[in-house]
Nanobody, 122 residues
C-alpha cells in the first residue's frame, strides 16, 4: 500500500505557473499519474508515463504541463505553465502497483492522495 500527499496548489492568474508535488511513502513498484476534478465534472487524467517511460498527457494540457519525478526522494511533480481558467480543479496524485501503461480511468488506480486545489482566475 502507498500513501500519497500532494502540495503546491494555490491561486494564480491566467498565464501563470504552479508546480505541484506529490510525496509517496513508497515508490519503486508503483506507477503514478496525475488526475484532476473540477466541480460538477468527472475526474480527468492529466499526465502519466507509458510502459516505455515516455511522458503522456491529456490533449487539454499537452505542451503546457510537464510530469517529472525524483526517484531518490520518492517525489512526483507536475509543472503547470500558461495556466487557463479551465485548469481550475482539485489535482490528485494517484498510484497503482506494477508497471505503467497509460490509463485515464480513475477506477484503475486504487491509491489517491487528498488532493491540492488549483484556482486560475483574474
Amino acid at each position: 500500500q502507498v500513501h500519497l500527499v500532494e502540495s503546491g496548489g494555490g491561486s494564480v492568474q491566467p498565464g501563470g505557473s504552479l508546480r505541484l508535488s506529490c510525496a509517496a511513502s513508497t515508490y519503486s513498484t508503483y506507477c503514478f499519474t496525475w488526475f484532476r476534478q473540477s466541480p460538477g465534472k468527472e475526474r480527468e487524467g492529466v499526465a502519466t508515463w507509458d510502459e516505455w517511460g515516455a511522458a503522456t498527457y491529456a490533449g487539454s494540457v499537452r505542451g503546457r504541463f510537464t510530469i517529472s519525478r525524483e526517484n531518490g526522494k520518492k517525489r512526483l511533480y507536475l509543472q503547470m505553465n500558461n495556466l487557463k481558467p479551465e485548469d481550475t480543479a482539485m489535482y490528485y496524485c494517484v498510484a497503482v502497483s506494477g508497471g505503467c501503461s497509460v490509463s485515464w480511468r480513475p477506477l484503475d488506480f486504487p491509491y489517491w492522495g487528498q488532493g491540492t486545489q488549483v484556482t486560475v482566475s483574474t
